[in-house]
């Protein structure tokens, strides 16, 4: 289906019931004719401009008390299933992400600390305990770049 389709496939109820909302096409999905007050519920589209949509959720419209629809229906559980798309990434990417930085973070602090302890205390500097710092040194900066 593309957006910008008029495929109504929305025709109108023989029988309309006084107060009622009437069917209506939102470019998108029929909604069906519907009692004032209700909130209708229906499948999400299969594809739209190309995307394939997982049809397992619903998507939804307001009938209001005067048998108006409201102005849009809600579509915010039709999630697209293309799993390539950076808007919804893997969450698995996600978590592993949070544990890199996590670890990185947790390596900056503890680096930091062992170089503070090693110049702040002058009777510990012998040469073993400076190729240590300068090879901490080292690690912080490539941590600070980025790598």
Not at 68 to 82: F, G, I, K, T
Not at 116 to 122: D, G
Request: charged share 15%; hydrophobic share 35%; aromatic share 14%.
């Amino acid at each position: 289906m593309n957006i910008t389709s008029t495929n109504n496939t929305c025709g109108p109820e023989k029988v309309l019931n006084p107060g009622w909302c009437p069917s209506h096409w939102d470019l998108l999905l029929c909604w069906r004719t519907s009692k004032p007050g209700a909130v209708v519920y229906q499948a999400c589209f299969d594809e739209l401009n190309g995307m394939r949509y997982d049809t397992s959720q619903n998507a939804s419209r307001r009938c209001k008390s005067n048998g108006v629809w409201e102005n849009s229906s809600d579509y915010m559980n039709c999630r697209p299933l293309d799993t390539n798309n950076p808007l919804y990434p893997d969450p698995s990417i996600v978590y592993t992400s949070y544990f890199y930085y996590g670890g990185y973070t947790i390596s900056l602090v503890a680096l930091v600390a062992a170089v503070s302890i090693f110049v702040y205390f002058k009777d510990l500097r012998c040469l073993r305990n400076t190729i240590h710092t300068n090879l901490m040194c080292t690690y912080i900066l490539l941590i600070l770049h980025g790598y």
